[in-house]
């Protein structure tokens, strides 16, 4: 597999979910990257403060099927990638019209690349954060969205849904 020219960085592709579907007669597979970027396995010995690298929008590449190639080049639906949106992970694909698809999908908008030191940004202490990585602390930094995302006879359209985080 050939990344997209426009996703090309393989430190941040790790793929949630798959999918199939046929358009025109091919065979395709999509991919859901999200783009999680862990810098470090272990907890850090200090707790200073220092850069971090934040993580990429998650994207969905797109494979055709070729069983006469030695190497599949996957692109990106651009419109994803253009919502900025992060942990991205899908609800439900109907492929079954033979032509094109219907993926709803969610964001979970937590940068889990983002560490913290200390309490977070409600007043916790890590100790009491179930959502505590490897020295970081998940902070939902967002309202979730949910997105309808439809490609069907070479045309697409994307609708999303979204309201307010609550985190009480």
Known sequence: MI???????????????????????????????????????AAHDDAREHRVCRM???????????RASQALQAQTLPEIERLGGLALSHLDVDASGGD???????????????ETHGKNIYGEEP??????????????????MVLRYERKQGQTSLRTFSRPYDPG
Not at 13 to 26: I, T
Not at 56 to 66: M, V
Not at 100 to 114: C, H, P
Not at 127 to 144: F, I, K, P, Q, S
């Open 3 to 41: 990344p997209p020219t426009d996703d090309a960085d393989l430190t941040t592709a790790n793929f949630h979910s798959a999918f199939y579907y046929e358009e025109a007669g091919q065979a395709y597979v999509g991919l859901l990257r999200t783009g999680v970027r862990l810098e470090r396995l």
């Open 56 to 66: 990429p929008a998650s994207t969905i590449w797109i494979l055709k099927l070729d």
């Open 100 to 114: 094109g698809f219907v993926l709803y999908a969610n964001y979970k908008q937590s940068d889990v690349a983002e």
């Open 127 to 144: 100790d009491d954060v179930r959502e505590h990585y490897a020295g970081m602390t998940v902070e939902a930094l967002n309202y979730g």
